[in-house]
């Protein structure tokens, strides 16, 4: 009795601990995921009780079942799958060149030794630090030169030459616990740099890419600034700004509707995001030494 009481108090204070632990992680939760359903509820309502109201879901006989229609048609012409398309015409190009670029510059740094090596390592921290709205300008002069203004190409262009170094040092500290005897055995069969970084490499960096597309998929739907300083045609309009068209002070805006249009917006992002969660988890736990 005297050796089981400390093992069975010890199960107790386990348990115990473990109970706190997951209701204080579905408290936050809770809290987290509030806003999301609050909004999903306002788009039954009208703009009373929206207002009046924090609750989730209107009485019964005041729910509006009209606004998810309403917000399938987010213009005059076109549907939110238009929005959706023209959208998707600049994301997907951006997730890939972000992704092929920030992986190419971190594996230089990271792996090779040249001179100004040290130099190229501090831009990168230097340009992480700085606002992006410091860009803006230089780039968007750049743009009007090369042509490409109102055009999808001069959101996803740049992409190309890994401008985004929060990305670029994420994949660098995620490289850099990576053994270098994989890069020594893949060299010893006859692999050159890119097909070291193709065939080894990158298998074990799937976690962190993952992530990285991950994060520039979620910020490029969530991108208002960028499309309303490139793009200025009705054709061009991707999905962040035919949302922020439905609110037009200067009329009674039905907010039931923009609600329910921000939550179609909201679909895709939240199906990809749980699609990738366990990805983005081991990029965040993942040693990088494991096969």
């Not at 803006?136 to 996803?156: C, E, H, K, Q, W």
């Not at 990738?276 to 040693?287: G, K």
Request: proline letters at 5%; one cysteine or more.
């Amino acid at each position: 009795m005297t050796l089981q009481e400390p093992k069975q108090t010890k199960f107790k204070k386990s348990h115990i601990n473990a109970a706190i632990r997951y209701i204080i992680l579905i408290f936050i939760g809770i809290i987290l995921i509030y806003p999301i359903l609050w909004m999903f509820g306002a788009s039954f309502m009208e703009n009373a009780d929206i207002f009046g109201s924090v609750g989730i879901l209107p009485p019964f006989d005041r729910v509006v079942w009209d606004h998810f229609p309403s917000a399938w048609q987010l213009s005059t012409h076109n549907t939110i799958l238009f929005y959706y398309a023209n959208t998707l015409r600049f994301l997907i190009p951006r997730v890939i060149f972000t992704i092929i670029s920030c992986t190419i510059t971190a594996y230089a740094i990271s792996r090779f030794n040249f001179p100004g090596k040290r130099i190229v390592f501090t831009i990168v921290i230097v340009t992480l630090l700085m606002p992006e709205v410091a860009f803006r300008i230089p780039v968007y002069v750049l743009m009007r030169d090369l042509g490409l203004l109102n055009t999808f190409a001069s959101l996803y262009v740049q992409d190309m030459f890994a401008v985004n170094s929060f990305f670029v040092f994420m994949i660098i500290q995620f490289m850099r616990t990576i053994p270098r005897e994989l890069d020594e055995a893949a060299s010893i069969d006859g692999c050159n740099a890119l097909q070291t970084l193709w065939f080894i490499l990158v298998p074990v960096l799937r976690p962190i890419i993952i992530s990285v597309g991950l994060f520039t998929f979620m910020w490029g739907m969530n991108d208002y600034l960028g499309p309303l300083i490139y793009l200025t045609g009705a054709e061009t309009r991707p999905l962040s700004l035919a949302l922020a068209a439905l609110v037009d002070f200067d009329v009674l805006v039905p907010f039931g509707r923009v609600f329910a249009a921000a939550t179609l917006a909201l679909l895709p992002t939240i199906g990809i995001f749980f699609a990738c969660s366990r990805y983005f988890v081991e990029s965040v736990t993942s040693s990088g030494g494991k096969e």
